[in-house]
């Protein structure tokens, strides 16, 4: 007794020039990651955590303080003191660490072009900050730009020594992030095999 199989390969072949033309020109894959990407990186900037989950580092008093300062009414100011009131108006409409505007972070997106997956934050303006968050700055002076004073805090003086910012890592590729892209990678090739069928 004798079987014989004919095995046909051409499927196979069909599928196998599929997958190299998604490799050849991989725009539309990198565009799944980049949206993944995008996703859990804003979730980190919502929750005011860096890529391995640890909180960024609290802003200074002094910051708040500030903030507090603009945002109250005129006759605390002229008296030199700070209203209790917009205080806590002010640490919750702030939202967290990074949150002031909420310009910055807003920023953030993906980019592809051909082979290559960018993300970051747009514009010269936010890019420049984002790097100075993320990185953290040495001390620093602040001069006046157009006055003979700053002002901030109510306090008025010629030159600020500012201590520099903490560094607030915004963008990483964890351990975690590598899984994702592994993962939307699979997806997306098994798809393109799925529509080859």
Request: charged share 30%.
């Amino acid at each position: 007794m004798q079987f014989e199989i004919e095995f046909e390969a051409s499927h196979l072949d069909r599928m196998m020039e599929a997958i190299r033309r998604e490799i050849a020109t991989p725009e539309e894959m990198l565009g799944s990651i980049g949206e993944s990407l995008l996703r859990v990186n804003r979730r980190r900037h919502e929750a005011g955590v860096d890529p391995e989950g640890k909180d960024w580092k609290a802003l200074s008093p002094l910051t708040l303080g500030s903030a507090v300062w603009k945002n109250q009414d005129e006759s605390f100011r002229k008296s030199k003191s700070l209203s209790i009131e917009a205080a806590r108006k002010i640490r919750s409409k702030r939202g967290g660490v990074l949150k002031d505007s909420g310009r910055m972070l807003a920023s953030f997106n993906y980019q592809v072009s051909s082979d290559t997956l960018v993300l970051g934050f747009d514009g010269p303006r936010d890019a420049k900050l984002a790097g100075w968050h993320h990185g953290g700055t040495d001390p620093y002076t602040i001069l006046p730009k157009d006055k003979k004073a700053l002002s901030f805090a109510g306090i008025i003086t010629k030159r600020v020594n500012h201590p520099g910012l903490p560094k607030r890592e915004l963008v990483g590729f964890p351990d975690s992030d590598k899984n994702l892209v592994e993962n939307v990678t699979a997806d997306h090739l098994l798809r393109v095999l799925q529509r080859v069928r």
